[in-house]
């Protein structure tokens, strides 16, 4: 393979660790829900349920099942249908990863104001996925 020259350090390490992210939360998502599927994990919503409760509204579907809202699925991370949030999760932080390997690179190099776009986007990603940021419906 031909070495890229005009690729940056932190382009580098940014696309690396977020390729690993993203391969690794595939695996995980594929893994899950094979363990799901297969009923190596125990369902928290049975499978021949599922049709029953899928075209429910959302506030219905979780009165019925008594699925668990917010963060509280991952207390529930050894039942199949839940293990597969995991890698949402694993891949949708990926990212942060991503921004905390590189904010040092621009730091040595005084590119502060990289530092603080990397400040902004973490911090933005943890408070929507904390909760904080919501629509108010």
Request: hydrophobic share 50%; aromatic share 12%.
């Amino acid at each position: 393979m031909k070495e890229n020259s005009h690729i940056s350090v932190e382009q580098q390490r940014y696309a690396t660790l977020l390729s690993w992210g993203g391969r690794s939360g595939l695996a995980i998502l594929i893994v899950s829900f094979f363990a799901y599927v297969l009923g190596w994990l125990p369902a928290y919503v049975a499978l021949d349920q599922l049709p029953n409760v899928w075209t429910l509204p959302v506030d219905e579907y979780l009165k019925q099942t008594d699925s668990p809202t917010g963060w509280a699925w991952l207390g529930r991370l050894g039942e199949g249908d839940f293990a597969g949030l995991f890698g949402i999760a694993w891949l949708s932080g990926a990212t942060l990863v991503c921004l905390l390997a590189v904010m040092p690179i621009y730091a040595k190099r005084r590119d502060f104001v990289f530092v603080i776009i990397c400040i902004v986007a973490l911090l933005v990603q943890v408070l929507a996925a904390s909760g904080m940021l919501h629509s108010g419906h």
